[in-house]
């Protein structure tokens, strides 16, 4: 039996894949998947699987301790919107919400981990395993960047590290070095198709991480629908940032792009030595 993990499973559509990629690397994947957040796929590619509610802290603990995952790391996004229904909340999960100053989607992160960690679930860094998926500086296509859309990447990219650090966002659409459209609690893809209507076609998205990224925290993530989105609203570019942005299904993703002469590039933020990631 390989390594055994504890994952918490929230959205997006990469999870999956990216559970079923540490199963066949011969891991163990324990996974509580939050409902209305999971997909339904995790539930037959884990070896061990169990939906839990946003607000069941003490479910989900008592599920990773009887199938010998006292360590767990989170995967995916829980969408700001869900801790506004209250039926998802149990009664101390909603005090804990009530008691929190700042709610803003990394403040309410940290305090579940805080609340899992005393329950004696220890939230790990998923960094080593999500290192693989992480994109060294340069072009990542064979698709050429336009003039116009490597300008907009140099404007956009620094805008959306503040932003990261702000908690705000950290997706932009950048046309002409302007922003179109702001990253919501509607998510990266519906940014995007936001922004391609006010834009047109020939936009850049630039996605990006923050300045000090604490990788158990809402881990600034791109895929395969991502790039597909792009294509279908009539994009010119995608910019990550480097090392900091984890990229799921990859090669995919790239071939979709080259297919329709989109380019996609890592950066590195000032500073930040443009060595190998992965």
Not at 158 to 183: C, G, H, K
Not at 208 to 220: E, H, S
Request: net charge positive; aromatic share 6%; hydrophobic share 50%.
């Amino acid at each position: 039996m390989g390594q055994r993990i504890g994952i918490i499973a929230g959205g997006g559509r990469f999870v999956p894949a990216a559970i079923h990629d540490f199963e066949k690397r011969g891991m163990t994947c324990v996974v509580a998947g939050i409902e209305w957040e999971a997909s339904r796929r995790i539930a037959r590619i884990a070896s061990v699987f169990q939906w839990v509610k946003l607000g069941e802290p003490f479910r989900a603990a008592s599920f990773f301790k009887e199938n010998g995952a006292d360590s767990v790391f989170m995967l995916g996004k829980v969408r700001p919107s869900a801790v506004f229904r209250a039926e998802s909340l149990d009664r101390d999960s909603g005090r804990l919400l009530d008691s929190l100053k700042d709610q803003s989607a990394t403040a309410i992160l940290r305090a579940a981990v805080a609340f899992l960690e005393s329950l004696g679930i220890k939230v790990l860094d998923p960094g080593p395993l999500l290192g693989p998926y992480l994109c060294e500086p340069g072009a990542l296509t064979r698709s050429r960047l336009p003039e116009a859309a490597e300008a907009d990447i140099a404007f956009g990219l620094p805008l959306a590290r503040r932003l990261a650090d702000w908690d705000i966002a950290q997706t932009l659409v950048v046309r002409r070095r302007a922003v179109v459209a702001v990253e919501g609690m509607d998510g990266t893809d519906a940014t995007i198709r936001r922004g391609a209507k006010l834009a047109g076609a020939g936009f850049s998205v630039v996605k990006a991480g923050r300045t000090v990224q604490d990788m158990r925290l809402d881990v600034p993530a791109v895929g395969l629908d991502t790039v597909r989105a792009i294509v279908r609203a009539g994009g010119a570019a995608l910019g990550l940032d480097a090392a900091k942005v984890v990229f799921f299904q990859k090669s995919e993703a790239v071939a979709l792009a080259d297919s329709h002469g989109l380019a996609i590039v890592a950066r590195p933020a000032p500073g930040v030595e443009e060595a190998a990631v992965g």
